[in-house]
């Protein structure tokens, strides 16, 4: 008997649910070979650039869109992934078998910690407890005087893999930032799907009726914090080589705001809408910063406009007109 | 440490708190009785610094000047209201998160667009610009005893309000109960609109206050920002009695522990550590403080919203 | 004499000035329907809140399955075989009926923090969830979302959810709430099916279905247990009928 199977929440957008994920994928890995063609090194660069906070946008899709638990202060994982490398390259530890799992350990450590309070609380107290503590790892960066504080920190350079400079050809770089977003987004995609992924979903629309199902809410919801706490480090890993400098703006609770913009942005709750957004998200900055300096005056409008007209992001405007278009 | 700077500190640190009152009481009513997130309200609070100062440089007058600029961040408040706000009512709370957030680029920016990034400065009445002499030694501004005298007359009249008036009446049980009080026949968005321009104009007062102490920069309205729904959480939603105790705490807490950190740490541990970690701890205290009272009380120490 | 699957011990609760729980004895013995009836305000709802361990009592005891769970969180009881459903429906909205009911099954066989593996796939839960869900009638409907289902198949869900982990004890708060009358003289039937496989607490308005299933009946007045017995003997009653009775009986 085939039985129907109940698919997470944005499949049902039906724009033959996986070929959006393909073709998007397909295009980020051939980019480096059309770069040559159009924009060249810096096509290469600004890509990688997206794909990086792609991942943490991912990361925080799983957390908004899929639990309903809204982080304003995602954007300290990233920072303290990069702050692992800063201050290890600055004692003389430039490698990335070291850099990555104390990067990861570091973030999920302050995810653990930071969620064990967090999480006793929910609706407007998350928000603003997860806030603060994002402002407090921004905080306590800005005063590490011997790691830049304020002004950040010079990396000297890339991290190696295994003793070897790799990371120092764009190319070589560019796909092992692919490698991580894919790896990351199929992670999530699994994640989502198995039973883990199915008593968080249902704790966002019905927490009571889960707990009387038999479920600790709290301990389901701490561990996806920690989570995408640790994947986000993973970004600021991946942050700091590429710009090879870290600095405690990476932590500001408006980089954890524009997080939750990409995400929106790009449609909540379906991880495809995470990496689009984070694309239209850089692409408008890059564009609209060419006009003017003062681009967010009209940013942030439009923001307003996206909430109050196209609530389901770009895949959600895509939807309706793929559904207008049937019924025409 | 002497005596007389901890008295200093101990009025500086009143200074902010009735500042940081004047802000979340307007914050914590939002939420309470819309149960909308305002991230704007930070930039309503530089607005009214900034509106200051433009009507300052018109009128010469700081009077005029003040009566102005609280006229203009009143009427900006209400149509943000009316274009933006009353729109988001009963929406996610990520709604208004993003929508706010927006506005709050919008206003930031377009401060920056306006008046450029460099600080501004308002000059105090001359009549108050002076200090007074508290004890032996001792110079106080009588401006910042100003602001300190009109934040706590504020917040007794506030209380007269919300206490003794039918409309504050309604707004108290609004925040307990919106819902009910609209099923009551209360025209709800009129009461919505109140406490909204309401609260705008107490942020704007405040901005308007400081102007002369701090420098006014773009910047301004997002460090207070966040210390105020530091205040509000601390307090409990919807609570103005939450308000005025978190604040006034904070306030304490924030200045004594920026400048006495590292003599306090250096009983414990030696002088060069202690000022290495003094000032990343005093930074970071509030929110300590924020963590343990949430840990202890989910929903802070007085909510108005009943369990 | 078995020993009682629930006794409640000298429960008390107060909201404020108010009482709502008083001094509340109560069991309910292996394969027994034991009703609960009462006017409303009569704090039925805040009893079964208790017991399934949303509302923390402010004294007296909890005994279920031989463990003091007075302390006990809600999933903790859950796990421990006690199973609820609720007045207005409760359940995950943008799930289908099954996997609502899957989710519930899941519970109970094994780890839920299993990080892979499609968890819609699994055939043991389905095959549970869908023999809850022909249980109550709702074995055409599996596909459908949850929130698109009539008021009447929202109430069979409910208890689809209830029944679908082989629970120890079902908490009933009001099934039939907001049915019309073919609808509610399934759930009876539905009720009475269920009746020798699970022992029951049913809180209930209508006065049929709890004659027509109740072994015993409490009767809760101003939160303290006006009287308990057989069905005919609470019908009998002078005190219940007065109290409560009188008018319901038409």
Request: one cysteine or more; aromatic letters at 8%.
């Amino acid at each position: 008997m085939a039985l129907a199977t109940s698919l997470p929440p944005a499949q049902s957008h039906r724009l033959g649910a996986e070929a959006l994920p393909i073709a998007m994928f397909l295009l980020l890995v051939t980019i480096p070979i059309l770069a040559p063609l159009a924009g060249g090194g810096y096509l290469l660069s600004f890509s990688a650039r997206v794909m990086i906070f792609a991942i943490a946008a991912v990361a925080l899709d799983l957390l908004v869109g899929y639990c309903g638990l809204i982080s304003f202060g995602h954007a300290a994982f990233i920072g303290l992934g990069a702050y692992a490398v800063g201050i290890l390259s600055a004692h003389g530890i430039s490698e990335a078998l070291m850099s990555l799992p104390v990067a990861i350990a570091v973030a999920a450590l302050f995810a653990f910690l930071t969620g064990l309070v967090c999480m006793r609380t929910s609706g407007v107290y998350f928000i603003m407890i997860t806030l603060a503590f994002g402002q407090m790892a921004f905080f306590t960066a800005s005063s590490l005087a011997p790691y830049g504080g304020d002004d950040g920190l010079t990396i000297a350079t890339r991290n190696t893999i295994a003793g070897l400079s790799v990371l120092n050809n764009e190319r070589v770089f560019y796909y092992v930032v692919f490698g991580c977003l894919l790896g990351c987004y199929v992670f999530c995609r699994a994640l989502v799907a198995s039973r883990f992924g199915r008593v968080v979903r249902g704790a966002k629309e019905n927490p009571v009726r889960i707990a009387t199902i038999g479920f600790d809410v709290y301990r389901f919801q701490l561990t996806i914090y920690i989570i995408a706490g640790a994947l986000a480090g993973l970004s600021g890993f991946l942050l700091a080589n590429a710009t090879e400098f870290v600095s405690p703006a990476y932590m500001s609770w408006q980089r954890s705001g524009e997080l939750i913009v990409m995400v929106l942005l790009g449609g909540l709750g379906s991880l495809n809408g995470a990496i689009i957004g984070t694309a239209a998200y850089l692409l408008a900055e890059e564009w609209l910063s060419g006009f003017t300096e003062h681009w967010k005056v009209i940013f942030g409008p439009a923001l307003v406009l996206v909430v109050l007209f196209a609530r389901g992001g770009l895949i959600g405007l895509a939807a309706a007109l793929v559904r207008g278009r049937r019924h025409a | 440490m002497s005596a007389g700077l901890v008295i200093v500190q101990i009025l500086n640190g009143l200074q902010l708190g009735v500042l940081l009152f004047l802000i979340a009481a307007g914050l914590t009513l939002v939420f309470g009785v819309m149960d909308f997130i305002n991230l704007a309200h930070g930039a309503q609070y530089m607005l009214g610094a900034y509106l200051a100062v433009a009507f300052f440089a018109l009128t010469d007058s700081f009077l005029m000047a003040l009566v102005l600029a609280l006229a203009a961040a009143l009427a900006f408040g209400l149509a943000l209201e009316f274009l933006v706000f009353r729109h988001l009512y009963g929406r996610d709370h990520l709604d208004h998160v993003i929508a706010t957030f927006g506005i709050l680029l919008f206003i930031n920016h377009g401060v920056k667009l306006i008046w450029g990034a460099a600080p501004l400065s308002l000059p105090m009445p001359d009549l108050l610009s002076g200090s007074v002499r508290l004890m032996d030694g001792l110079l106080y501004p009588v401006w910042r005893l100003v602001v300190i005298a009109s934040g706590l007359a504020t917040a007794a009249f506030l209380y007269l309000l919300v206490v003794h008036t039918r409309t504050g009446m309604l707004v108290r049980a609004g925040a307990s109960n919106a819902r009910m009080v609209s099923a009551l026949g209360v025209d709800i968005r009129r009461l919505f609109m109140i406490v909204f321009g309401f609260g705008a104009m107490l942020a704007g007062f405040a901005g308007i206050m400081v102007a002369p102490i701090l420098s006014v920069d773009p910047g301004m309205g997002d460090t207070v920002l966040i210390l105020a729904f530091v205040v509000i959480v601390i307090g409990g939603i919807g609570s103005i009695r939450g308000a005025f105790v978190a604040a006034l705490l904070i306030g304490l807490v924030d200045t004594l522990g920026r400048s006495f950190s590292v003599d306090i740490l250096r009983l414990i541990m030696g002088p060069s550590s202690a000022r290495t970690v003094g000032p990343a701890l005093a930074s970071m205290s509030i929110y300590l403080l924020m963590a343990v009272v949430l840990y202890v009380r989910p929903t802070g120490l007085f909510p108005a919203k009943a369990r | 004499m078995p020993d009682p699957v629930l006794r409640l011990e000298n429960l008390r609760k107060n909201f404020g000035g108010l009482i709502v729980t008083s001094d509340v004895n109560f069991d309910v013995m292996p394969g027994e329907l034991h009703a609960v009836i009462g006017p409303n305000g009569a704090g039925k709802t805040t009893l079964i809140n208790q017991i399934s361990g949303l509302v923390a009592p402010d004294g007296g005891r909890i005994l279920f399955a031989g463990h003091d769970i007075t302390a006990l969180p809600a999933h903790a009881r859950a796990r421990l075989g006690m199973a609820r459903s609720f007045q207005m429906s409760s359940i995950v909205p943008s799930f289908s009926a099954l996997e609502n009911v899957a989710l519930a099954v899941q519970s109970r066989a094994g780890s839920s923090f299993r990080l892979f593996g499609r968890a819609a796939a699994e055939a043991s839960l389905n095959e549970q969830a869908m023999a809850a869900l022909a249980d109550v009638g709702l074995a055409e409907r599996v596909r459908a979302p949850a929130e698109q289902l009539s008021h009447g198949e929202k109430r069979a869900l409910e208890l689809a959810i209830a029944i679908a982990a082989g629970p120890k004890l079902l908490l009933l708060d009001e099934p039939t709430a907001g049915t019309g009358r073919e609808e509610t003289a399934r759930l009876v039937a539905l009720l009475h099916r269920l009746k020798r496989r699970f022992p029951m607490v049913l809180v209930e308005h209508d006065m049929t279905a709890v004659f027509a299933l109740a072994d015993r009946i409490s009767v809760l007045l101003y939160g303290r247990v006006l009287a308990t017995g057989r069905p005919h003997e609470v019908r009998a009653n002078p005190q219940v009928v007065a109290a409560y009775l009188g008018d319901e009986m038409e």
